[in-house]
């Protein structure tokens, strides 16, 4: 039996902040509100830090295996340390992608080996794979790409995803741009090399378009589902009053970029769904304070630089985001713009409550001890020079953000602090699901309840 203190924290719990210490037991929160001289293995003074549970990332593309020049499982779950994030759920999208359970064990493997953070696998919708989709079980849900991206998934026939919503279990989640949409605007924008023609090409009817179909075979078929990385204001309305069965998501980059910012950025900022105006960004926002999006994720999706620089629909889509996705929300919370207990439920509770993880997202007596130590008042410029991810840069570099995670604990397991760097010998967990509720209890807050 091992027993930790964090004494005298800013505890944040799912919608207060107290002062409080909170007694760890063998990996599991035993005690939110414990004596702050509590007998203990190990005290962790928390003075003038906040203790908040550890980021649960819904959607990350880690390469592993395959494209792993890009990223591994390692570098990106240092990044996740690093990051305050201790648990991600990874898309299928690798080499070769995951369509198949074998294919999911293999990367569930590979993290066993390398990962210092808990992770779990979606398995990808492929036109034919229904019957292996059926079959899983173990894992978060399905990935669909409605629209293609990077790799080559792609279901976009409608007998194929008819038969993928009447058929499965296991909620759902899509890449939502219409793939006769962005494929005729390509085709009208034929040898541009102008990065700005990305958002033209991927453009608000495309995002309108497979959302709105993807929603209607969801309400129609009663199946879980959960809308990745919206990107307009335009999808909004077909989000609102759409849970439980309908929960959505969005990526820091369409929260802080839009198309003002590609002759700064160029195509660090390149993306799918692609970033859109800054009318989107606010409304984006406005979208997470009234619970219509419930989820902040980052879709960390790394390309080497070299990559990057190519010209121009050359260059791949994509941007890496883990280690600074929480500083980013945190940075919001300084300026006033939303409460540190409502970044908790966007980035920790909801996603853990989306997926039916078990033990994940809340610091509450019996939940993992998955915990962040941050500093509100710490003040940190991002360098792509010091970033972890394998690919080595941020768009946010040259960005300095106030509020930074200074400590991340797994199961109760110190893996990252400032001071003492990595602990290499730790390894997360594979991730449970309990998929048994099959939805998603929301209030205007944005913080599930039971
Ligand atoms: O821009 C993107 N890149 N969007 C995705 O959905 C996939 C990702 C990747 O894997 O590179």
Redesign the pocket.
Known sequence: MTRTLFRNASVVLPKSVVAASVLVQDGKILDVDASDTAAADRVVDCSGLHLMPGVVDD?V?F?DPGLTH?EDLSTASHACAVGGVTSFLE?P?TKPPAVTIEGVRDKERIAAGKSLVNYGFYIGATPDNVADLADATDVPGIKI?IGS???NLLVDQQEALERIFAETRLPICA?CEDEQTVRANAERLAGTTDLADHSRIRDVQAAVIATRRATELARRHQHRFHV??VSTAAELPLLVDAAPYITAEVCLHHLFFNVDDYPRLGSRI????SIKTAEDNRRLFDALLDNTIQVIAT?H???TLEEKAQPYPKS????PAVENSLALMLDQVVQGRCSINQVAGWMCDAPARVWGMVGKGRIENGYDADLVLVDLSKRKTIHDADQQTKSKWSPWDSVTLTGWPVATYVGGHKVFDESAGFDESFRGQKLRFDHSRGGYWATPDGIGVE
């Open positions: 959607q593309h390469r890009k898309m999208n790409f991206s990077t790799g890449h990745l990385h390149q993306m799918n769904p879709d999706a790394p390309h791949p889509s994509g941007l």
